[in-house]
């Protein structure tokens, strides 16, 4: 009897079904969303956007100030 049958296949795909059927609900859970109350922004999207456009700003400023590198 060999590991790879149809009995362990099947239960390996569904168990990979139910795995990633939690993990979306676990991943949309996590989004940080609008609150409902004051259809603001939460802080942590607040602070997560505010930190992606300062990361895009210091590789935007690094890529644009180098020059051209000098030959010998």
Do not use: C, H, Y
């Not at 790879?4 to 390996?12: H, Y």
């Not at 990633?20 to 939460?42: C, G, Q, S």
């Not at 956007?49 to 990361?55: F, L």
């Amino acid at each position: 009897m060999g590991i790879v049958n149809r009995r362990n296949a099947v239960l390996g795909w569904t168990v990979w079904q139910v795995g990633k059927r939690a993990a979306k609900k676990k991943a949309k859970a996590a989004v940080p969303t609008l609150d409902r109350e004051t259809k603001k922004p939460n802080k942590p999207a607040i602070v997560a956007a505010v930190a992606a456009a300062g990361a895009g700003l210091m590789f935007w400023r690094k890529k644009s100030s180098d020059g051209p590198t000098p030959t010998e």
